[in-house]
């Protein structure tokens, strides 16, 4: 199995950016933690992350021709404001988990509306950087 863990904007700051609400794990953390729990599964796990949004949409055609068979994507703010990163992922027809740290039901009014919920596997939300880990745990379970 191939997974793509992708991550949008403003995530590479994980670990000094608003830890109260990110937590204190940065985003090469999170990597090692997945990349071990993959290399125990037999999965090739790849990652990538922008703060631009053309990059993350040719990312994600890249998958397609990858053949890659899942991916876990947090948007980031693109969450709230990326039909283009909506269309994309429905061109290519990949599954993919959309992955939050915090719990955005909880947060501010803008962002409660998410462009990817409704057309996702699963939607993993305020379980910190856990949440990762459940979404590779659940892609594996389900393969």
């Known amino acids: 199995m191939k997974v793509l863990v992708l991550n949008g904007p403003n995530l590479n700051l994980l670990g000094i950016r608003e830890e109260d609400v990110y937590g204190s794990e940065s985003l090469n953390d999170i990597e090692n933690n997945l990349r071990n729990i993959a290399d125990k599964s037999d999965v090739k796990i790849n990652f990538f992350q922008s703060n631009a949004e053309h990059e993350l949409i040719?990312?994600?055609?890249?998958?397609?021709?990858?053949?890659?068979?899942?991916?876990?994507?947090?948007?980031?703010?693109?969450?709230?404001?990326?039909?283009?990163?909506?269309?994309?992922?429905?061109?290519?027809?990949?599954?993919?988990?959309?992955?939050?740290?915090?719990?955005?039901?909880?947060?501010?009014?803008?962002?409660?509306?998410?462009?990817?919920?409704?057309?996702?596997?699963?939607?993993?939300?305020?379980?910190?950087?856990?949440?990762?880990v459940i979404a590779l745990e659940d892609a594996i379970e389900n393969k």
């Open 58 to 132: 040719n990312r994600i055609h890249e998958a397609f021709n990858e053949n890659v068979d899942i991916i876990i994507f947090n948007p980031a703010g693109y969450t709230h404001t990326s039909i283009a990163l909506r269309d994309a992922l429905l061109a290519v027809k990949i599954p993919f988990y959309e992955v939050h740290i915090s719990d955005i039901d909880s947060r501010e009014d803008f962002r409660k509306k998410s462009f990817f919920s409704d057309i996702s596997k699963k939607v993993i939300s305020g379980n910190g950087t856990n949440g990762y």
